[in-house]
């Protein structure tokens, strides 16, 4: 039963923050990268950052300098600290997974970012 759970998403104020968690449930399967991407309605699906398993992490141009990406190794989650929100943040956003054995996906949480 491999399943990625998101939470954190909702409505927030231009300038403000929102933080973002993944929680990957992949049956002891070592996690070899973990991921965010967005999507918003009609356009492509994008990455936006990512975080190996030894701590290397790299982000969109989009959000750099604004968003942080951080893991933990035993629990298996993913966190996505989010500032300096901007209405063009708004979006569906994923948690990625890659293990040993496949990549999963989780369902996706929204974020709005409106005054």
């Known amino acids: 039963q491999v399943q990625l759970v998101e939470s954190g998403g909702g409505l927030v104020q231009p300038g403000g923050s929102l933080r973002l968690s993944c929680a990957a449930s992949?049956?002891?399967?070592?996690?070899?990268?973990m991921a965010w991407y967005r999507q918003a309605p009609g356009k492509q699906r994008e990455l936006v950052a990512f975080?190996?398993?030894?701590?290397?992490?790299d982000y969109a141009d989009s959000v750099k300098g604004r968003f942080t990406i951080s893991r933990d190794n035993i629990k298996n989650t993913v966190d996505l600290q989010m500032n300096s929100l901007k209405p063009e943040d708004t979006a569906v956003y994923y948690c990625?997974?890659?293990?040993?054995?496949?990549?999963?996906w989780g369902r996706g949480t929204q974020v709005t970012v409106s005054s």
């Open positions: 990625r997974v890659g293990t040993t054995k496949g990549d999963y």
């Open positions: 992949i049956n002891n399967f070592r996690s070899i990268i």
């Open positions: 975080i190996t398993s030894g701590g290397s992490t």
